[in-house]
């Protein structure tokens, strides 16, 4: 999946907050990947970087996968074809989310990753 070009549907644009955790604001980008289920039997989820403001729809590249230890579902993080972020920025982006969760990176410059 890793460097995949993907269609994201953006259901939490930047600047917003979650539907049902009212004080959970979105600082990026993020939504879905129409048609394709994840584990929990909904749509696969996908944080955005690289956007400066509020999106509907974003097409780019998976440049990382976010692996939960304690929960069923993996995030994908997409990026603009031929932006790179580190391990340290994507955390730092996202951790508006996973710091509820025991989660990890996995990036295409991890050693045994084919």
Do not use: C
């Not at 004080?23 to 955005?48: A, F, K």
């Amino acid at each position: 999946m890793l460097g995949k070009k993907v269609k994201v549907k953006i259901d939490r644009p930047m600047g917003s907050y979650h539907p049902e955790y009212k004080d959970m604001y979105y600082p990026i980008n993020y939504g879905y990947i129409e048609g394709l289920l994840s584990p929990d039997g909904e749509e696969q989820d996908v944080y955005v970087l690289g956007a400066d403001k509020p999106l509907t729809e974003f097409t780019g590249q998976v440049i990382a996968i976010v692996r939960r230890e304690d929960d069923v579902e993996e995030k994908w993080v997409a990026a603009p074809e031929g932006m790179t972020f580190t391990r340290e920025e994507i955390m730092d982006r996202i951790m508006f989310t996973e710091k509820y969760y025991k989660s990890h990176l996995i990036m295409a410059t991890d050693p045994d990753i084919s």
